[in-house]
């Protein structure tokens, strides 16, 4: 069942999450159940690829114009059926040697279908059987963003190694970047700067404590003036980016004067690019409180704007 891009760029989020925080996890050969799914499961299978000897290496190339510019074809002999050829992928247009991830990607590996081609649209989708693509077409910001997080994977990886352009949607046959390209990371920042006011916001108004115990019909909320200020009370805050549509709301602790110096005005023009608008709702069960009860079932308050 095919369940919608937000879902497909959170499915990718999350398994960029999930990767990124393997090592703080589990110890190297600590591989997931074969429940968690084929994907992965075989992305874990350490076997053939990494049993049958290491792929001859690139050198390292600057990442800048001049690199090399590999072709569709060129970049197609080296999936990893050839034990004498570097093994490479491409993300973005971006061409990396992964010869050390040699138990991913080569022939019979979990993500062999990235090998040798730029597959950037299945870095979102998971889809690597059909889109095993470079076109990230029709994506939303967020699944664009989830294929250039993929690409930083790339560039910050210890042992991979950039190795060249892919000629293609992203770089010409002289390794110039194209619009799309541009348009890509015009996406990328524009999603970063959304991100990074939103975290702003969030520790601006950090969230509150709350403690459900299995049995009890509450959810106990409450603030702690050492670590969420003086003052502070359970609210529920909605911020809202107008310019990028994007509304996120969490139980803050926040004292009366902070309420009042944000902005409480949910169809206030924003008055610079990226700015939020709070709205701060009570809780009817914490108003005026420092710590209270809410009976777990209840819903977000009801968001009459408060001062
Ligand atoms: C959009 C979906 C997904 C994408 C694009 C993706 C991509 C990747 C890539 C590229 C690697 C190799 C990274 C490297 O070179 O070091 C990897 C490894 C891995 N992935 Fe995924 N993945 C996806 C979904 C998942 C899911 C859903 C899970 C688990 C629930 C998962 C679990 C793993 C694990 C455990 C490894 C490491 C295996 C090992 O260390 O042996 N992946 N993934």
């Known amino acids: ?64 114009l001049g690199a090399r510019v590999w072709s569709v ?3 197609a002999l080296h999936d990893g059926q050839d034990r004498n050829r570097p093994l490479l992928l491409a993300i ?48 939303s910001e967020e699944q664009v963003s989830a294929v250039m997080q993929w690409r930083s994977f790339y560039r910050q990886h210890e042992e991979y190694r950039f190795v060249g352009f892919l000629e293609g949607p992203y770089y010409g046959a002289h390794g110039s970047p194209t619009l799309e390209l541009q348009r890509l990371e015009d996406t990328q ?28 019909d509450n959810t106990e909320l409450w603030c702690d003036p050492g670590y969420h200020g003086p003052g502070t009370m359970p609210v529920y805050l909605t911020a809202y980016n107008p310019e990028a549509k994007k509304r996120e709301s969490w139980c803050a602790c926040a004292s009366p004067a902070a309420r009042s110096l944000a902005h409480s005005d ?32 209840a819903g977000p308050p009801t968001t009459r704007k408060a001062k």
């Open 1 to 64: 069942m095919w369940l919608g891009w937000r879902t497909a760029a959170l499915v990718a989020a999350a398994a960029f999450l999930i990767y990124s925080l393997l090592p703080f996890l589990a110890p190297d050969d600590v591989a997931p159940s074969e429940s968690q799914g084929s994907q992965s499961s075989a992305a874990a299978r350490k076997g053939k690829g990494a049993a049958a000897g290491a792929y001859p290496r690139l050198e390292a190339e600057e990442r800048i």
């Open 73 to 75: 074809a060129e970049l």
């Open 92 to 139: 973005v247009g971006e061409v990396y040697d992964v010869g050390p991830g040699a138990r991913f990607y080569s022939p019979g590996e979990g993500y062999a279908e990235m090998a040798g081609k730029d597959a950037s649209r299945a870095m979102s989708t998971g889809k690597f059987d059909v889109d095993a693509v470079p076109s990230l077409d029709g994506f």
């Open 189 to 216: 920042s524009k999603t970063e700067k959304v991100g990074k006011t939103m975290a702003e916001a969030r520790q601006r108004f950090k969230a509150c404590n709350s403690k459900s115990k299995q049995g009890e």
């Open 266 to 297: 949910d169809d206030a023009p924003a008055t610079a690019p990226n700015e939020l608008v709070f709205k701060f709702t009570d809780y009817p069960e914490c108003k005026g409180k420092m710590r209270c009860w809410r009976p777990k079932k």
